[in-house]
Protein backbone atom coordinates (compact mmCIF):
# COMPACT_ATOMS: atom_id res chain seq x y z
CA UNK A 1 0.00 0.00 0.00
CA UNK A 2 2.95 1.86 0.03
CA UNK A 3 5.06 1.46 -3.35
CA UNK A 4 7.87 3.43 -4.34
CA UNK A 5 7.11 4.13 -7.83
CA UNK A 6 3.35 3.61 -8.31
CA UNK A 7 4.84 2.85 -12.00
CA UNK A 8 6.92 0.29 -11.28
CA UNK A 9 5.16 -1.76 -8.77
CA UNK A 10 6.84 -5.51 -9.95
CA UNK A 11 10.45 -4.65 -10.28
CA UNK A 12 10.62 -1.93 -7.76
CA UNK A 13 8.46 -3.41 -5.25
CA UNK A 14 9.78 -7.56 -5.74
CA UNK A 15 11.00 -8.60 -2.39
CA UNK A 16 10.85 -10.95 0.67
CA UNK A 17 8.16 -10.37 2.75
CA UNK A 18 8.76 -8.53 6.30
CA UNK A 19 7.51 -11.55 7.74
CA UNK A 20 9.37 -14.03 6.35
CA UNK A 21 11.26 -16.08 8.56
CA UNK A 22 13.39 -18.98 6.99
CA UNK A 23 13.90 -21.16 9.99
CA UNK A 24 12.27 -22.04 12.91
CA UNK A 25 12.79 -24.95 15.43
CA UNK A 26 9.35 -25.37 17.96
CA UNK A 27 10.80 -28.02 20.94
CA UNK A 28 8.47 -29.15 23.05
CA UNK A 29 8.29 -31.76 25.73
CA UNK A 30 7.15 -33.22 29.17
CA UNK A 31 8.66 -36.22 31.74
CA UNK A 32 7.25 -37.68 34.58
CA UNK A 33 9.38 -38.02 37.52
CA UNK A 34 9.87 -41.45 38.70
CA UNK A 35 8.76 -41.25 41.74
CA UNK A 36 5.64 -41.86 43.88
CA UNK A 37 2.87 -44.82 43.76
CA UNK A 38 3.05 -46.53 40.36
CA UNK A 39 6.37 -45.34 39.08
CA UNK A 40 9.81 -47.11 39.43
CA UNK A 41 10.75 -45.58 42.87
CA UNK A 42 8.97 -44.94 46.05
CA UNK A 43 6.02 -47.50 44.99
CA UNK A 44 5.51 -48.16 48.62
CA UNK A 45 3.37 -45.14 49.72
CA UNK A 46 4.39 -43.42 52.75
CA UNK A 47 5.30 -39.29 53.60
CA UNK A 48 8.12 -39.71 50.94
CA UNK A 49 6.22 -40.91 48.24
CA UNK A 50 3.83 -38.18 48.66
CA UNK A 51 6.21 -35.52 48.82
CA UNK A 52 8.38 -36.61 45.95
CA UNK A 53 5.86 -38.77 44.05
CA UNK A 54 3.57 -37.05 40.96
CA UNK A 55 5.57 -34.53 39.63
CA UNK A 56 6.14 -33.64 35.95
CA UNK A 57 7.79 -31.11 33.98
CA UNK A 58 7.30 -29.91 30.84
CA UNK A 59 9.05 -27.50 28.72
CA UNK A 60 8.74 -26.00 25.30
CA UNK A 61 11.11 -23.43 22.83
CA UNK A 62 11.99 -22.26 19.81
CA UNK A 63 14.57 -20.85 18.17
CA UNK A 64 13.90 -18.45 15.12
CA UNK A 65 15.36 -16.62 12.66
CA UNK A 66 15.00 -12.74 12.17
CA UNK A 67 12.96 -10.97 9.58
CA UNK A 68 14.16 -8.94 6.84
CA UNK A 69 14.87 -4.98 7.21
CA UNK A 70 13.22 -2.44 5.41
CA UNK A 71 15.06 0.47 4.70
CA UNK A 72 13.84 3.96 4.41
CA UNK A 73 15.17 7.59 3.53
CA UNK A 74 14.15 10.47 4.15
CA UNK A 75 11.50 11.85 0.75
CA UNK A 76 13.58 13.99 -1.26
CA UNK A 77 10.23 13.90 -3.66
CA UNK A 78 6.68 13.37 -3.35
CA UNK A 79 6.36 12.43 -7.06
CA UNK A 80 4.08 9.31 -7.01
CA UNK A 81 4.91 8.34 -3.42
CA UNK A 82 5.37 9.74 -0.15
CA UNK A 83 8.49 6.90 1.00
CA UNK A 84 11.59 7.17 -0.22
CA UNK A 85 14.59 4.27 -0.46
CA UNK A 86 18.21 4.68 -0.25
CA UNK A 87 21.09 3.73 -2.65
CA UNK A 88 22.79 0.86 -1.65
CA UNK A 89 26.41 1.13 -1.68
CA UNK A 90 27.83 -2.30 -3.59
CA UNK A 91 30.78 -4.01 -1.88
CA UNK A 92 29.87 -2.99 1.72
CA UNK A 93 28.31 -5.32 4.76
CA UNK A 94 25.37 -4.02 5.99
CA UNK A 95 25.42 -6.18 8.58
CA UNK A 96 27.65 -6.40 11.73
CA UNK A 97 30.78 -8.30 13.51
CA UNK A 98 30.13 -9.67 17.12
CA UNK A 99 26.64 -10.49 19.01
CA UNK A 100 23.60 -8.38 18.84
CA UNK A 101 24.31 -7.80 22.61
CA UNK A 102 27.38 -5.88 21.92
CA UNK A 103 26.13 -4.13 18.74
CA UNK A 104 22.66 -2.55 19.96
CA UNK A 105 23.94 0.93 18.56
CA UNK A 106 25.69 -0.16 15.93
CA UNK A 107 23.81 -3.08 14.24
CA UNK A 108 23.56 -1.81 10.68
CA UNK A 109 26.38 -0.30 8.84
CA UNK A 110 25.28 2.87 7.82
CA UNK A 111 28.19 2.97 5.31
CA UNK A 112 25.89 0.25 3.44
CA UNK A 113 23.69 2.95 2.31
CA UNK A 114 23.71 6.20 0.25
CA UNK A 115 21.57 9.09 0.18
CA UNK A 116 19.58 9.35 -3.27
CA UNK A 117 20.06 12.44 -5.24
CA UNK A 118 16.82 14.75 -4.95
CA UNK A 119 14.22 13.87 -7.13
CA UNK A 120 15.13 10.72 -8.05
CA UNK A 121 14.64 7.17 -6.42
CA UNK A 122 16.64 5.17 -4.56
CA UNK A 123 17.91 1.42 -5.18
CA UNK A 124 17.59 -0.49 -2.23
CA UNK A 125 14.87 -2.99 -2.21
CA UNK A 126 11.29 -2.83 -0.68
CA UNK A 127 12.72 -5.33 2.06
CA UNK A 128 16.54 -6.08 2.64
CA UNK A 129 17.43 -9.75 3.09
CA UNK A 130 21.55 -9.08 3.73
CA UNK A 131 20.91 -8.24 7.26
CA UNK A 132 18.28 -9.48 9.31
CA UNK A 133 16.28 -8.28 12.66
CA UNK A 134 17.73 -10.45 15.56
CA UNK A 135 17.89 -13.95 16.06
CA UNK A 136 15.26 -15.01 18.27
CA UNK A 137 14.62 -17.73 21.05
CA UNK A 138 12.93 -18.23 24.02
CA UNK A 139 12.17 -21.59 26.51
CA UNK A 140 9.33 -21.71 29.19
CA UNK A 141 9.29 -24.51 31.69
CA UNK A 142 6.72 -25.58 34.04
CA UNK A 143 6.85 -27.91 36.75
CA UNK A 144 3.38 -29.30 38.14
CA UNK A 145 2.37 -31.66 41.21
CA UNK A 146 -0.71 -33.86 41.01
CA UNK A 147 -2.18 -35.89 43.95
CA UNK A 148 -5.57 -37.10 44.87
CA UNK A 149 -7.19 -35.30 47.86
CA UNK A 150 -9.99 -37.59 48.83
CA UNK A 151 -12.33 -38.31 45.52
CA UNK A 152 -11.00 -34.91 44.23
CA UNK A 153 -8.20 -34.43 42.07
CA UNK A 154 -5.60 -31.89 43.16
CA UNK A 155 -2.65 -29.87 41.02
CA UNK A 156 0.07 -27.25 41.99
CA UNK A 157 1.75 -25.71 38.98
CA UNK A 158 4.68 -22.70 38.52
CA UNK A 159 5.43 -21.87 35.70
CA UNK A 160 7.92 -20.12 34.43
CA UNK A 161 7.94 -17.95 31.25
CA UNK A 162 11.09 -17.31 29.85
CA UNK A 163 13.27 -19.33 32.29
CA UNK A 164 16.74 -18.15 31.05
CA UNK A 165 15.40 -14.42 31.02
CA UNK A 166 16.76 -13.92 27.66
CA UNK A 167 15.84 -10.04 25.93
CA UNK A 168 14.03 -10.12 22.62
CA UNK A 169 15.39 -7.48 20.78
CA UNK A 170 13.02 -5.71 18.38
CA UNK A 171 15.16 -4.49 15.07
CA UNK A 172 17.36 -1.97 14.27
CA UNK A 173 15.97 1.62 13.46
CA UNK A 174 15.17 1.90 10.10
CA UNK A 175 15.30 5.53 9.11
CA UNK A 176 18.51 5.98 7.26
CA UNK A 177 20.19 8.96 7.98
CA UNK A 178 18.36 10.05 11.38
CA UNK A 179 20.78 9.86 14.52
CA UNK A 180 19.47 6.66 16.01
CA UNK A 181 19.59 4.85 12.66
CA UNK A 182 20.99 1.26 12.69
CA UNK A 183 20.70 1.35 16.80
CA UNK A 184 18.45 -1.26 18.54
CA UNK A 185 16.78 0.39 21.35
CA UNK A 186 13.15 -1.66 22.01
CA UNK A 187 13.11 -5.33 23.68
CA UNK A 188 9.73 -7.29 23.01
CA UNK A 189 7.90 -10.21 24.68
CA UNK A 190 8.97 -10.62 28.67
CA UNK A 191 11.50 -10.84 31.16
CA UNK A 192 11.47 -13.78 33.30
CA UNK A 193 7.84 -14.27 34.82
CA UNK A 194 6.91 -16.73 37.53
CA UNK A 195 2.81 -17.93 37.59
CA UNK A 196 1.56 -20.10 40.18
CA UNK A 197 -1.75 -21.95 39.67
CA UNK A 198 -3.86 -24.33 41.85
CA UNK A 199 -6.56 -26.95 40.19
CA UNK A 200 -8.87 -28.79 42.13
CA UNK A 201 -11.16 -31.49 39.92
CA UNK A 202 -14.08 -33.37 41.78
Not at 10 to 33: A, K, Q
Not at 43 to 70: H, M
Not at 93 to 120: C, K, M, R, V
Not at 135 to 142: P, S
Request: aromatic share 14%; proline share 7%.
Amino acid sequence: NTPLDSTNLIDGEWSRSLTDVPHRLNVSGIYELPFGVGRRWLDGGGLASQVFGGWTISATGFYQSGFPIAVLAFPNTFVFSAIQRPNIVPGVDPGHIGSTLENLDTYLNPDAWDQPEAFTFGDAPRTDTRVRSPFRANWDVAFQKSARAGAANAAFRLEIINVFDRPDFDGPNIGFGTRNFGRITNVSGFARTFQFSFRLDW
